[in-house]
């Protein structure tokens, strides 16, 4: 792995059939063991139940409020600063209660692949 800087640029961002927004930050082949996106969800909306096999996701949340469920527990409120672990496996969906956009950094391990994504609906 080599120094690296790698600028933000909201031109990549993009919708996903989960119903939010994603600009992937740090996901590549010279860094396997962590990815980074982040995430943007509009107000009122609700993911799609989904999982992720092999990888643990991390949530930290950036900015607006929200409802996590992670498999069969009670939704639990989500705000700014927020730290929500997420297991390979895991079914979640996120709502956003706020008035505004909700976002949050997802944190991989190993890093995300898209293959290992599991829609549940």
């Given at each position: 792995m080599k120094a690296l800087i790698k600028q933000f640029n909201v031109k990549n961002e993009y919708y996903t059939s989960e119903k939010c927004f994603i600009t992937e930050l740090s996901n590549s082949t010279d860094d396997p063991d962590l990815s980074i996106a982040q995430a943007r969800v509009e107000a009122g909306v609700t993911?799609?139940?989904?999982?992720?096999?092999?990888?643990?996701?991390?949530?930290?949340?950036?900015?607006?409020?929200?409802?996590?469920?992670?498999?069969?527990?009670?939704?639990?409120?989500?705000?700014?600063?927020?730290?929500?672990?997420?297991?390979p496996l895991c079914k979640q969906r996120i709502t956003n209660t706020g008035n505004s956009d909700l976002v949050f950094l997802a944190i991989c391990s190993p890093r995300f692949l898209q293959n290992n994504y599991q829609e549940i609906e």
């Amino acid at each position: 792995m080599k120094a690296l800087i790698k600028q933000f640029n909201v031109k990549n961002e993009y919708y996903t059939s989960e119903k939010c927004f994603i600009t992937e930050l740090s996901n590549s082949t010279d860094d396997p063991d962590l990815s980074i996106a982040q995430a943007r969800v509009e107000a009122g909306v609700t993911t799609c139940w989904h999982r992720v096999q092999n990888t643990v996701e991390r949530y930290y949340i950036l900015s607006g409020e929200g409802l996590m469920e992670l498999g069969d527990t009670a939704p639990q409120p989500v705000r700014s600063g927020d730290v929500v672990i997420i297991p390979p496996l895991c079914k979640q969906r996120i709502t956003n209660t706020g008035n505004s956009d909700l976002v949050f950094l997802a944190i991989c391990s190993p890093r995300f692949l898209q293959n290992n994504y599991q829609e549940i609906e």
